[in-house]
Each structure stands twice: as structure tokens, then as C-alpha cells.
């Protein structure tokens, strides 16, 4: 079993920033491609970004790219989103993912991360924009 847990989240300001960690924990190691989705109630869940084992990463938001980045420390087995200009329309609830494929799908690189490409999946952290 794979297990992962997020953590991070919380009330953010316009422009402010946060760091959301997601530990791995089970039968998974560093070879398991990663990604981070989000959801709003009403929506379906979305990719925002992906990492390979390669580094490769793949926006599935093109507003994330310039604010958001992800990284991984394979050694401890977290992964990060690090946000920064967090701005309103960012509220969601964030999921970390993770699948044994070690590369991304070919077509993230042109639709970003998808849901079904992932097998793993943490019970999410919420952002919420504060005024």
C-alpha cells in the first residue's frame, strides 16, 4: 500500500505564499512520478503539476508557471508545491498524487497532469484566500 499526507495548507493573503509538503509513505520510493491536482466544489479535480523521475515537470495550470514549483526530495520521500502571488481564484483543496509509472504520460506535456494517469491519492489540504 502507498500512503500519502499532505500538509501545509491554510488561510493566505493576495499575494502571499505557501509551501505544501505531501509525505510518501509504503511500497513507493523515488521512482513513482508525482503530481499536485486541486478541486473547488462543483469542479472536477484538476492538474496543476507533474514531476517524473527524469525532472521533467509538466503544468497542467498555466497560471501556476512563474508562481507555482514543484520539487521533490527523493531521499525522504516528500514532495513540495511551493506558491507564491497566491492570488483568490487559487482557493481549493489540494491533492498530492502518485503513480509506479516513473515518467509522466506523453500528453501531459500538452494537457498537463491528468487524474486517471494516477494511482495514489492523498485525502488532500485545503488553501483558502483570506481578504
Known amino acids: 500500500q502507498v500512503q500519502l499526507v499532505e500538509s501545509g495548507g491554510g488561510a493566505v493573503q493576495a499575494g502571499g505564499s505557501l509551501r505544501l509538503s505531501c509525505a510518501a509513505a509504503?511500497?513507493?520510493?523515488?521512482?513513482?512520478?508525482m503530481g499536485w491536482f486541486r478541486q473547488v466544489p462543483g469542479k472536477e479535480r484538476e492538474g496543476v503539476v507533474g514531476i517524473g523521475i527524469d525532472g521533467l515537470v509538466s503544468y497542467g495550470v498555466a497560471s501556476a508557471k512563474g508562481r507555482f514549483t514543484i520539487s521533490r526530495n527523493n531521499a525522504k520521500n516528500i514532495l513540495y508545491l511551493q506558491m507564491n502571488n497566491l492570488k483568490p481564484e487559487n482557493t481549493a483543496m489540494y491533492y498530492c498524487a502518485a503513480d509506479s509509472r516513473p515518467l509522466l504520460h506523453a500528453h501531459s506535456q500538452f494537457l498537463g497532469p491528468q487524474a486517471h494517469d494516477f494511482n495514489y491519492w492523498g485525502q488532500g489540504t485545503q488553501v483558502t484566500f483570506s481578504s
Open positions: 509504503g511500497y513507493i520510493d523515488s521512482t513513482y512520478s
